[in-house]
């Protein structure tokens, strides 16, 4: 990503938001459409999986953890929408990558992500429909 934009995300945080988020042009992955489309659809957040995220400590601490199931980093994202947290989100520009992703285009890295993305449907559904609200999350 464009480091440059990281003064961006500093000045959102520190005049409005708890949580920052870039939004990719593009995904690497079929299933990134599919979680994309599911947590915009849901929580207004376009893009979950961008590694180019900013989080104020405040929505760290109110949580308790940063990530407790393995979800690829979009608990604590997750956790702020449906809390009412201030989220902003800002288009970033893509570079290519030097070296190799963290996930690959493997069927592992495919899994992960899909697995990520049924336990926030089953945290959703616990929050919204059965209103059961906790703040760590415990694994499934």
Do not use: A, W
Request: net charge positive; glycine share 8%.
């Amino acid at each position: 990503h464009d480091t440059k934009q990281i003064i961006n995300f500093e000045e959102e945080l520190i005049n409005n938001s708890f949580l920052v988020l870039g939004i990719r042009d593009s995904f690497p992955r079929m299933i990134e459409y599919f979680f994309s489309f599911y947590t915009n659809l849901i929580h207004g957040i376009k893009d979950p999986l961008c590694g180019f995220k900013g989080y104020n400590m405040l929505l760290y601490l109110e949580q308790g953890c940063f990530d407790n199931y393995k979800s690829i980093g979009t608990q604590l994202t997750l956790f702020g929408s449906r809390n009412k947290f201030k989220i902003s989100q800002f288009p970033i520009k893509i570079q290519l990558r030097n070296g190799k992703s963290r996930y690959g285009k493997t069927l592992k890295g495919t899994y992960r992500i899909f697995r990520s993305l049924i336990i926030s449907i089953i945290h959703d559904f616990k929050f919204y429909f059965l209103k059961i609200k906790t703040k760590n999350i415990s694994k499934l």
